[in-house]
C-alpha cells in the first residue's frame, strides 16, 4: 500500500518533555511538510523540506526541530521550548511539481 | 504573499439542499487550485483540483470552477448528505511561492437529516 505512515496515533507526554513524532512515506515523493492544527482552526506550516539533508523553516518553527536524513522519513520533535504543544500534527508529501499535497492520518499530542 | 480566503462557517444545512463554499485567492503567478475535506480526527484528503484557468474540477458529486477573472475557486453541490460532514478546506499551489502550498482556514459543514 503506497501512503504516508504517522505513528502514534495520540501520544501523551509530561510537561517539559521532548518527544518525536514519526512521518514515513513510499510514494518517493521529495517533499515533506509538518502541520499543526489547533481545534477549529485551519493548518500552520511548522517545517518543510524538498530534499534530503535539507529543510526549511515554515510560519511557526519556533520550539520544534526536524531532520531528513532519508528521503522516506521526516521527523519532527517538539521540544520543551515548545510553549503549548498539544495539538493535531500533520505530515504531507508531494511530488516537485507540487500538484498536489498528500496527508499522513495524523497525530494527536496531549502534553499533561 | 500567497493568500487564501474562504467562509469561515460553520454552515449548516438539511440534506439535499445546494451546497456553496466560498473561496478567492490571491498568487503572484498561476497556481494550482485544490480542495481537500477532513472528517474528524483524520488527516486532510483531496476532494478536487483544478490547474489552469477554466479548469472544472468535479469529485462525488462536488464541483469548482478556476476563475481567474474573478481570483475565486467556489466549491458547490447539488445535493448535500448526512456523510458530507466535514470540514472543508481551500487551498493553492504557486510554484513561485515559497512553501509552495496555502491553505484557507477551512469551513466546516454540518448537514441534519
Known amino acids: 500500500d503506497g501512503g504516508i505512515t504517522q505513528s502514534p496515533k495520540y501520544l501523551f507526554r509530561k510537561e517539559g518533555q521532548n518527544v518525536t513524532l514519526s512521518c514515513e512515506q513510499n510514494l518517493n515523493h521529495d517533499a515533506m511538510y509538518w502541520y499543526r492544527q489547533d481545534p477549529g482552526q485551519g493548518l500552520r506550516l511548522i517545517y518543510y523540506?524538498?530534499?534530503?539533508?535539507?529543510?526549511q523553516k515554515g510560519d511557526i518553527a519556533e520550539g520544534y526541530s526536524v531532520s531528513r536524513e532519508k528521503k522516506e522519513s521526516f521527523p519532527l520533535t517538539v521540544t520543551s521550548a515548545q510553549k503549548n504543544p498539544t495539538a493535531f500534527y500533520l505530515c504531507?508529501?508531494?511530488?516537485?511539481?507540487?500538484?498536489?499535497?498528500?496527508f499522513g492520518p495524523g497525530t494527536r499530542l496531549t502534553v499533561l | 504573499g500567497d493568500s487564501v480566503t474562504q467562509m469561515e462557517g460553520p454552515v449548516t444545512l438539511s440534506e439535499e439542499a445546494f451546497l456553496t463554499i466560498n473561496c478567492t485567492y490571491t498568487?503572484?503567478?498561476?497556481?494550482?487550485l485544490f480542495w481537500y475535506v477532513q472528517y474528524p480526527g483524520e488527516g486532510l484528503q483531496l476532494l478536487l483540483k483544478?490547474?489552469?484557468?477554466?479548469d472544472k474540477g468535479s469529485n462525488k458529486g462536488f464541483e469548482a470552477t478556476y476563475r481567474k477573472e474573478t481570483t475565486s475557486f467556489h466549491l458547490e453541490k447539488g445535493s448535500v448528505q448526512v456523510s458530507d460532514s466535514a470540514v472543508y478546506f481551500c487551498?493553492?499551489?504557486?510554484?513561485?511561492?515559497?512553501?509552495?502550498?496555502?491553505f484557507g482556514p477551512g469551513t466546516r459543514l454540518s448537514v441534519l437529516p
Open positions: 498568487a503572484t503567478g498561476y497556481p494550482s
Open positions: 487551498a493553492l499551489s504557486d510554484q513561485g511561492y515559497g512553501q509552495n502550498f496555502v
Open positions: 483544478a490547474t489552469k484557468a477554466d
Open positions: 523540506s524538498q530534499i534530503v539533508n535539507d529543510f
Open positions: 504531507a508529501t508531494s511530488d516537485l511539481s507540487y500538484n498536489e499535497q498528500f
